[in-house]
């Protein structure tokens, strides 16, 4: 029904009412006031009825590909390379041909660089490795194969942006800081990085992707150690009356509030790796991530409780030889601090299927079959039911049950 036709429609029901009223019920006095009010209902309700809601509020991107959520997710992690390459076929090939049903597919990656070729004249085409020739073909291939595809964008590792603006970094003696591995990180609290990341993640919504992961959401390791050495802009924190521990954890969990709201309109899920030991504990204070509160403002939170990156924990000396021990330990504690939460995450963790030989004087523990499908046996008997399997170069063990429990 159109505006007017709406109008009149209002207009010709009061005006009916008011034929109806009985003459002798009120006094002429009385008439007129009740002919007055009765003109300011008529006009409140006929400008209710034509009142539109606002248009930022009622805007959803439409992508124009349609993904189902799977029952569970269960996916792999993808490179840029991998995603662009030859190799894609095959891990192509594992999903379909298994019960997995999932990719995190890298759109900005470790050192910085965004994994496709953005628009002439983008802001980030100096940082553009074209490993992924056209993105979008890509995605409508998954979702013909019914493949779902999270977006992982690095967020505060970001060795290029450090370079090109030591400003937003760490600097110590006039040169950017980098870490022990030669990796530079940018500054969680300028809100100018923030909006870099969080524009990258708008371009995957964008190209179709169904959720976007940010990973390295956090300061770098060990950063209160550091932190009366290095030189860095604390931004709007600066004056805020707390311990430095607590602006990094505000700055941190400011960002993913942020960057959720700003995705909004784009329909995506927002998810963020965090590392497993931050749900152990109240909050992991030199580089800012406090589980809950990050949980707290996430669709999905994936634990990164990989085996090979626990220390002896849980009373297991050696968590990387008893992979179904640790992650059943440790999902015992996440479950425990999400159900404390008025609006829990779907919990999606990172596990294990690659060796550590760093760990080892001796023959390496050997990851393959046994050992993934004993850590997702341990997280299905915990209630989790969703995962991610980690293999940087995408070399994923054969013959997996990827759903052992059923």
């Not at 709406?6 to 002798?24: D, E, G, H």
């Not at 910085?112 to 020739?133: F, L, Q, R, V």
């Amino acid at each position: 029904m159109g505006n007017k036709q709406l109008l009149m429609k209002v207009i010709t029901s009061i005006l009916l009412i008011t034929c109806a009223l009985p003459a002798a019920a009120v006094s002429a006095e009385d008439g007129e006031k009740a002919k007055q009010g009765l003109k300011l209902a008529t006009k409140q309700h006929a400008l209710k009825q034509l009142e539109l809601p606002d248009p930022a509020a009622r805007f959803v991107y439409d992508s124009g590909l349609d993904f189902t959520y799977p029952d569970a997710v269960r996916g792999i992690y993808v490179t840029g390379p991998s995603a662009g390459g030859s190799k894609m076929s095959e891990l192509t090939q594992l999903v379909e041909s298994t019960d997995l049903n999932a990719m995190v597919i890298d759109i900005k990656e470790d050192h910085g660089n965004i994994t496709y070729k953005p628009e002439e004249g983008s802001p980030y085409e100096d940082i553009a490795e074209n490993y992924i020739d056209e993105p979008r073909k890509m995605l409508e291939e998954l979702e013909e194969k019914g493949i779902y595809p999270i977006a992982r964008v690095v967020v505060f590792k970001d060795t290029m942006l450090a370079e090109e603006r030591p400003d937003l970094s760490y600097t110590k003696n006039g040169e950017v800081w980098v870490n022990g591995r030669g990796e530079a990180f940018v500054n969680p609290f300028m809100k100018e990085v923030w909006e870099y990341n969080v524009e990258i993640a708008k371009q995957a919504a964008e190209m179709g992707f169904e959720e976007i992961q940010f990973d390295y959401v956090r300061f770098p390791e060990g950063f209160g150690n550091r932190d009366d050495i290095l030189s860095y802009n604390q931004g709007e924190y600066a004056d805020l009356e707390m311990e430095s521990v607590q602006k990094r954890v505000k700055a941190v969990t400011d960002f993913v509030a942020y960057a959720r709201e700003e995705l909004k309109e784009y329909g995506v899920d927002v998810s963020v790796d965090i590392f497993g030991y931050s749900a152990t504990i109240t909050e992991a204070p030199n580089i800012g991530q406090n589980f809950s509160k990050i949980s707290s403002n996430v669709d999905v939170i994936s634990s990164m409780i990989y085996p090979s990156h626990w220390g002896p924990y849980f009373g297991i000396s050696k968590p990387d030889t008893e992979p179904y021990r640790l992650v059943s330990e440790y999902a015992k504690v996440e479950n425990e601090v999400l159900d404390k939460l008025e609006d829990r995450p779907t919990s999606r963790p990172w596990i294990q299927d690659f060796e550590a030989p760093w760990l080892y004087s001796g023959p390496t523990k050997q990851y393959g079959k046994a050992e993934v499908e004993e850590q997702i046996r341990a997280l299905e008997e915990n209630g989790i039911h969703e995962y991610l399997i980690w293999n940087a170069v995408n070399s994923y063990s054969p013959n997996v049950d990827y759903t052992p429990m059923n």
